[in-house]
């Protein structure tokens, strides 16, 4: 039994500060509010991209919360009697009906439910664009892999949470896409039968899609989402944000803004990006349900198209032949299962690139200081490609409407974009490398000679040549900073123990000289030239 002799201290005053002293002991919030006042935040308008993503899914959030009072999961039939005359009298699900209810009848109802699907529009393309501003300037390096993945699943739940909630009202339109859904699930191997009838409680459209689906979209895929997003937040602020190169901007600190000014600057921010999508929502018709009627399995909905983040798988599958094949007894649909397969891999190899380049280039230091992307010319180029592979696509799930515009025919809408999907990512790497190298070629002339002064000086002997002035040190600092990787070894040279290099060694060197090898950069100007050239400049 201990005793403690010593005087007791007078104890705080107040009730709250005594409060405050007991949660503080025990949670040790004011050590984490005195590091959070320490971070600093670069102020670049790219960093903005994430913001977008962030407070579109706290509008999401909210307009979802209050849609889900008036709506009712379920696809139990009933006679439609509400205010839009048109469909008085028609038979259509409780989910159609209660969509209609709010678009109709629930004050703010319509308003609410096109911020809701615009925000989830804005959501997935900000969530898209950030992580392209994130590969592009190589965002992803050590120690932010780990954030490359919680962000590249973002995007894929993004995509998914759109999927269920667009076929939710149970309208003609969704109802069409669930079919398609329902043939690529379908067209997989083995298990394709038995997730059908999971996924849809029987033989489709079954009777426990909507309840299904309802569940999957308000709680399985928000709960996951939330889960990654404060993932993210964490480790961005463990990591701490990245920076462009410039002056005093090393790997070891961070040239930003205070934490209490960027809270405020984010504070404004959030009410602009709301703003923004109520307006859309507000003067922007999104999704008019009362349209397209209710879903019918004998009905296809003309001129339908998906949302486009989705529009890429549906694109795949307009353009894919009709090809089947009879494997033991049972029919392979590879006209569904082919551009589910392609779809997979090619977002594989998106959420795969940060590792393959840190296995090519075998750097191991952390990395706080972006790159510019015209440095970068091969992972620029790939992409470049992969979003040329996306936009082609894109154009593929809206064939029929360019064919029904352009008074051309689908069938040759259909077969350039086949050919396109072949043509174009490989001219958009070639034509997006070279322009790289020609900007770095650009930044080596800016250096070496200076900018252009505008005035003309008459040399002894009669020539002309324009005055050059140099760079300021700043912009100097942005051109020279970076670093360029060398190539790994690619020839099979023995080791220092005479063994010859594995097949994954040398396939590692082969990657990295496709990444850094002759061809793939400009070298940077040497200190020497500069101080010749520039003088000689200035003389």
Known sequence: MGNDSRPAEPGPSRTGERLAQWSNSRLGYRRLAHSARRLAFPDHWSFLLGGIALYSFVILLLTGVYLSFFFHPSSEPMVYQGSYAPLRGQLVSQAFNSTLHISFDVRGGLLIRQAHHWAALVFAAAVLVHMLRVFFTGAFRKPRELNWIFGFLLLILAMFAGLT???????????????????????????????????FGGEFPGDDLTAR??????????????????????????????????????????????????????????????????????????????????????????????????????????????????????????????????????????????????????????????????NRPVRTALGVAWLSVYVVALMGAANDVIATRLHVSVNDVTWTVRIGLFVVPVLAFFVTKRLALGLQRQDRDDVLHGRESGMIKRLPHGEYVEIHEPLSQARLHVLTAHEQYRPLQAAPVPDADGAMPSRTQRLRGRLSRVLYGPGTQVPKPTAAAYREINGRHRS
């Open 165 to 199: 909630g667009y076929d939710l009202p149970d309208d003609l339109l969704s109802g069409t896409g669930l079919q398609v859904v329902n043939g690529t699930i379908l067209s997989i191997p083995v298990v394709g039968t038995y997730l059908s009838f999971f996924l």
């Open 213 to 374: 689906f309802n569940t999957i979209h308000i709680l399985v895929i928000p709960a996951l989402m939330i889960a990654l997003l404060v993932g993210h937040l964490t480790l961005a602020v463990r990591h701490r944000h990245t920076q462009h190169p410039g002056p005093g901007r090393t790997n070891s600190n961070v040239v930003g803004l205070p934490v209490r000014v960027y809270a405020v600057k984010a504070g404004g921010y959030f009410f602009l990006v709301s703003s923004v999508i109520f307006f859309m929502a507000a003067v922007a018709q999104i999704n008019p349900v009362w349209k397209y009627g209710p879903f019918r399995p004998d009905q296809v909905s003309a001129d339908s198209q998906p949302d486009w983040y989705m529009g890429v798988a549906d694109g795949f599958l307009r353009v894919m032949p009709g090809w089947e094949i009879n494997f033991w007894g049972h029919t392979l649909a590879l006209d569904n299962f082919l551009p589910l397969l392609i779809g997979v891999l090619l977002f594989l190899a998106m959420g795969a690139y940060p590792f393959l380049e840190a296995w090519a280039t075998d750097d191991d230091r952390d990395q706080h200081l972006l790159d510019r992307p015209r």
